[in-house]
């Protein structure tokens, strides 16, 4: 494949291009499940949430952060052989880091990423393992891609948990554990519903937490996993979980969730590690790749599939 | 339905009136506090010196406000000053006791508060309101009308700074803790468990299905309490 070579200024631009879109441009997938949700939902207080969401998505194109609360960064770069980084590949990380403080310092991201301990706050949103990129490198591509996302502090904070059951607790025990999770994380809006729920099942603890955080926040609304089982079980617990009357923002409804999503790994024959995320009701995710020919495109689908 | 517009200072007739699932609005002063505010106030003695009397709503919420280069306030995050509310929860231990001391007739989060919080209002008369739409968000709201005070700024930030801002009609709220001892989302969850015993059933999940041994907090045979 010809060497595709990308200077660092081009990168540092498209790094901070897709961290703003993250933050103020909501998904298509997404607006049509809001907008579907506010045309099912019958009461005025359901439909309240929903509306307001749909009006800060407009906000959001005039360059407002869709939501005040723009959460951790998190990115994903998906990348061939044949890119050449101006600089390394480590520059990937120095984009990332600068992208982060321009968007902060300009207003789209709040600069509320502070010490764990001593709670100070650099104002930067930039600090150890801060923010967050993963990798992939895949011979078969010509293109770099990278997806940001703004997870928000209320799908992770009360949405997000894991645990590592054992074999003997099977389907039953995963199936029970979502469910509980939902009706834990939903009480009272905590988690900002109706959200994309991910599920990530086996591996270790890091690979299903991984797993569920990408299940919800990298898969479109309405796609469903390859393995027909797993898709069932998707459709399944959608329809189930919309039956609860959570509500938007928990305050009564027929829309809880906007989708399941299920990833698997393969597990220790003993074991049974399960991790449930939510995506909060704004999801917000977006892409950028530059392609062989030098073409520049952003958009809202990321492309993550590694199975 | 019928939407109520409210003054602050709110009287324990205006709370003792309101029904979990009303909505209202609010106009007047209302002051912000979130960790700092809660710590300090508890643990320290250590109050911004409010009346609050005439000051008796609080907000959960951390304000993106800072200063501008004439030293006036300014949005920092979006093109006007705006109110996210946070999650409520987490001030429980310390709400009882600070509706009491103050005299809080209003205390406004994202989510809701917990049972101590829930005795503490039907006593004193006190309520606790949500979101629920057309909020102050960047999209839609211009309920905030200007910051009178700041307290705490230049030692805490921003975020946990305690502000008295003016609001004009800053709502819909919805009440979803009274003064009569009701809690709105308790009801929703009391359905939702109702409802779950059959979801559970769907899926094939025995009723008396408990996780392996090992396991901590599983006695109940879910991962949660509250």
Redesign the interface.
Known sequence: MTELRIEKDTLDEMMYQVTVRAACIIPRDVRRAIEEAERLEET??A???L??WL??????E????????TGYQIYWVKLGESIKIEGGMSSLYDAARQAVARATEK?YL???LLHPITRK?PGTNLGYYTPTLHIQFDPAIGYIEIISVCKGG?GE??GS?Q?N??E??GK??V???V???F??SS????SCPPGIVGVGIGGTAETSTRLALEAAALRPVGHRHPDPDIADLEE?LLV?LN?????P????GKTSVLDVHIEYALSHFALLSVAYNTFCAVVRRATVRLEPSGRIEYSDVANWDYR | ?DIKKLKIPLTEGDVRSLNI?D?VTLTGLIFTGTDVFHKRAIEENILPPIDYTKQNVLVHA?M?IRRGKNGEWE?????KL?I?VT?G?RFEPYMPHLIRQLGLRAVIS???MGEDTKKAMAEFGCVHL??????D????GDAVKRVVDAYGFDEF?P?EATWVLEVEDYG?L?V?IDAHGNN??DE??Q???E??KK??A?????ED?R??A??PDSKD????S?
């Open positions: 005025e207080v439909k309240g949430p509306r307001s009006d800060d998505f407009k906000a959001g005039r360059g407002n952060s869709i939501c005040p609360d207003g709040r600069p509320h706050n209320g904070g009360p948990y645990r059951l054992y003997g607790d039953s025990g199936i029970k554990f469910l509980d999770s009706l834990h009480y009272s809006g905590k399944d189930q039956t609860l009357g959570i509500g923002m928990g305050l009564g | 339905m699932g909505l951390p993106s949005p920092m995050q979006w093109q705006s996210l999650a929860s994202k989510s809701s949500t979101e629920n739409s057309k909020l968000r960047p999209g839609t930030g975020f819909p919805i979803d709105l989302f929703i969850e359905a939702a468990k409802r779950m979801i559970y769907h899926f094939g999940i025995p299905f996780y392996s090992g396991l045979g879910t991962y949660y509250r």
